[in-house]
């Protein structure tokens, strides 16, 4: 079987499981061999698990949408770390740049930069969750960034913020949102 069909596969399983018990925590939740799974991919099961409950109570960020966020994360793991996981420390809710703080008058951008950083590594703590409604939302209204495009771009970036500015810039010109500071002219060539 393909890791993207048994991803999906243990998506289904683990909804399931959720919805019977959604109290059983994220380190029990999985089987061992799902769990060798999950790390052959660059995933902990707690990420999976997000995602998992986060659809079962929300319903978004779709299946679909966390198989795209494991595409890349998985590419990034096996290409770029050569599949070995780093030993930085795990990125916490108050290492996040907070929600109110701007990059070029864009709130919110540095956190869901950092985010995207941090999942790409595979040490954003398992509490704080990359796609969550926030980081949904963020993305509709500043150019309808799909998740799984946006962890690519910062993928392709490499640490360069300001081509995800500019990819971000881009994509609200052209989805007719409001620009930074009011100015149509504010924008960055990409």
């Known amino acids: 079987m393909e890791w993207n069909d048994r991803f999906m596969l243990l998506f ?8 019977l018990n ?8 999985y089987l061992p061999e799902e769990q060798d799974f999950l790390k052959s991919i660059g995933y902990q099961p707690a990420e999976m698990h997000g995602y998992v409950s986060e659809y079962a109570t929300h319903g978004a960020p779709t299946p ?17 770390m050569r599949g070995m996981s780093g030993n930085a420390k795990p990125i916490k809710s108050n290492d996040l740049p907070a929600e109110t703080e701007e990059f070029q008058e864009i709130p919110y951008l540095p956190r869901i930069i950092r985010k995207a950083e941090a999942k790409l590594f595979g040490i954003l703590d398992p509490s704080i969750m990359y796609g969550d409604a926030a980081d949904r939302e963020f993305l509709r209204t500043h150019g309808n960034i799909h998740l799984a495009d946006f962890l690519q771009l910062a993928a392709s970036a490499r640490s360069d913020r300001q081509r995800l500015v500019s990819a971000v810039l881009n994509a609200m010109r052209s989805q007719g949102a409001p620009m930074p500071g009011g100015s149509p002219d504010n924008s960055i060539p990409g």
């Not at 679909?64 to 770029?80: D, P």
């Open 12 to 19: 289904r399983e683990a909804e399931e499981r959720y919805l």
């Open 22 to 29: 959604p109290q059983t925590p994220a380190d029990r939740f």
């Open 64 to 80: 679909s949408t966390a198989l795209l966020i494991a595409a890349v994360r998985r590419s990034y793991f096996l290409n770029a």
